[in-house]
């Protein structure tokens, strides 16, 4: 009797059959599977540079305003807007005429004053003085008389020959003379009170600060350059009239300008005085500005629906082209590497905070893990991982996923 309990049945191996089949159209399909079409980049090695991008606006440095110091018509204008200027160069005129009047009415303002104020330190006027030394005789002499007279009755009374009445009233007499002497004495000494003497010192320094301010805005009439610069506002016409505080115009030494530029948070942990900063002018295509960066932001505001930090830029401008109050685009290098490594930056991914590519090698692609360092938006500088001439594959065409061992064909 044959024993055939260790013999495969026939459907066992038709499954054994079917996997083997499987397996091998698996093994077929990597082998000869269609190739990815896939665009590739080298790795090449060069400059990277680390940027924050922002905009900013144009702000003088060293800046004059001229203002009317009173109500007036401009006589004459010297200058035009946009002409360059040197230190002393007369650039316009008021009508002074007025202020003239003001001068001179305030010169009159202080000579009386000053005779008050001479007047009150020497209890009065020099004709006053005299006035009132000569009463200041007569009442001395009436008291001596009425003291005379008071003795003369008080040795007759004693002999009889005088009554008490008549005692009584030379005393009377006597009391008010001395009384006259002593009220003009005090007058010849203390003639004005301290607020009389406060208000008189007051008056004087009002006049003298009336004249003094005439004298400012007459030295305001016409205008002069500073310093070398540029007259980059003049709102004005010759005859035309301006009140008091009406600017009348600016001039600024624009070879170096300051930038005021507002950076995104998240970026201002990347500022550094000092960094390089390249400005660009909507109103100029193609031509960049060169500075540094003077100040990092101290402080986080909003603007618009952006919170930002103000930074300011020194900029060079020394063909005058940049004005004040026009907006730039600004370009910070936060950082910048030379003779690095650098990739194309779409063709990294992050998985897991863990960076990597596919680099391209017999025509399959392999994940290879990397490290980097800077990135801008184009570009990333590769420390490790790679090798300079290495291939990597970017994303494959009809966004087919990309996986580690798969077969690719490059394409243009």
Same mark, same amino acid.
């Given at each position: 009797m ?6 495969p ?6 499954w054994?059959?079917?996997g083997?089949?499987?397996f091998?159209l698996i093994?077929y ?10 665009h590739?980049?080298?790795?090449k090695r060069?400059a ?6 922002t905009n ?8 004059? $305003? #001229?203002? *009317?110091?009173?109500?007036?018509? /401009?006589?004459?204008l010297?200058v035009?807007e946009?002409?360059h200027?040197?230190? =002393?160069?007369?650039l316009?005129?008021?009508?002074d005429?007025?202020?003239?009047s003001?001068?001179?009415?305030a010169?009159?303002q202080i000579?009386t004053?000053?005779a008050?104020?001479?007047a009150t ?7 006053e003085?005299?006035t ?8 001395r002499s009436a008291?001596d008389v ?12 004693q002999a009889?020959?005088a009554s008490p009445?008549?005692v009584?009233?030379?005393?009377d007499?006597l ?5 006259d ?16 003497i406060?208000?008189t010192?007051a008056q004087?320094? $009002? #006049?003298? *600060?009336?004249?003094e301010?005439? /004298? ?7 205008v002069r350059?500073?310093f070398? =610069? ?6 004005l ?5 301006v009140?008091?505080?009406e600017?009348l115009?600016q001039e600024a030494?624009?070879s170096?300008?300051l930038v005021?530029?507002?950076v ?5 942990g ?5 960094q390089?900063v390249e400005a660009?002018w909507d109103?100029?295509?193609?031509r960049?500005?060169t500075g540094?960066?003077s100040?990092?932001p101290s402080t986080v505001k909003p603007r618009g629906n952006r919170?930002?930090g103000e930074?300011t830029?020194?900029?060079d401008n020394q ?7 026009i ?5 910070i290098v936060a950082a910048e590497?030379n003779?690095?490594l650098?990739?194309?930056r779409d063709a990294?991914?992050?998985d897991?905070?863990?960076?990597y590519?596919?680099?391209?090698a017999d025509?399959?692609?392999k ?9 801008n938006?184009?570009?990333v500088?590769i420390t490790?991982g790679?090798?300079e001439g290495d291939l990597?594959?970017l994303?494959a065409?009809?966004?087919k ?5 798969a ?6």
């Amino acid at each position: 009797m044959t024993d055939n309990s260790h013999t495969p049945s026939p459907r066992r191996w038709i499954w054994i059959a079917s996997g083997l089949v499987v397996f091998l159209l698996i093994l077929y399909s990597y082998f000869h599977q269609t190739p990815l079409k896939v665009h590739a980049v080298t790795v090449k090695r060069g400059a990277i540079r680390s940027l924050v991008s922002t905009n900013g606006k144009v702000e003088p440095i060293q800046n004059f $305003e #001229a203002h *009317a110091p009173i109500a007036t018509t /401009v006589k004459r204008l010297v200058v035009k807007e946009g002409d360059h200027v040197r230190k =002393g160069q007369l650039l316009l005129e008021l009508d002074d005429s007025g202020i003239r009047s003001q001068a001179a009415r305030a010169q009159v303002q202080i000579k009386t004053a000053q005779a008050n104020l001479a007047a009150t330190k020497n209890s009065g006027t020099q004709e006053e003085l005299i006035t009132l030394g000569t009463q200041l005789i007569k009442a001395r002499s009436a008291r001596d008389v009425a003291q005379r007279n008071l003795e003369a009755y008080r040795r007759l009374q004693q002999a009889g020959a005088a009554s008490p009445g008549e005692v009584r009233q030379a005393e009377d007499t006597l009391q008010s003379a001395q009384a006259d002497v002593n009220m003009l004495e005090q007058k010849q000494k203390d003639r004005y009170s301290p607020p009389e003497i406060a208000r008189t010192v007051a008056q004087a320094a $009002e #006049a003298q *600060a009336a004249y003094e301010d005439a /004298v400012d805005a007459l030295s305001k009439s016409s205008v002069r350059a500073p310093f070398d =610069g540029t007259v980059y506002s003049l709102p004005l016409k010759q005859g035309a009239f301006v009140q008091t505080g009406e600017l009348l115009l600016q001039e600024a030494d624009l070879s170096k300008v300051l930038v005021r530029a507002f950076v995104d948070e998240p970026d201002i942990g990347r500022l550094q005085t000092n960094q390089r900063v390249e400005a660009t002018w909507d109103a100029v295509p193609g031509r960049t500005w060169t500075g540094t960066v003077s100040s990092v932001p101290s402080t986080v505001k909003p603007r618009g629906n952006r919170n930002v930090g103000e930074t300011t830029c020194l900029i060079d401008n020394q063909d005058l082209r940049l004005l004040p109050n026009i907006n730039l685009g600004v370009t910070i290098v936060a950082a910048e590497h030379n003779n690095v490594l650098t990739l194309q930056r779409d063709a990294m991914h992050i998985d897991d905070s863990e960076p990597y590519v596919f680099r391209i090698a017999d025509n399959r692609i392999k994940r290879q893990n990397i490290q980097f360092s800077l990135q801008n938006l184009t570009r990333v500088e590769i420390t490790s991982g790679l090798s300079e001439g290495d291939l990597v594959a970017l994303p494959a065409e009809e966004m087919k996923p990309l996986f580690d061992g798969a077969s690719v064909k490059v394409v243009p």
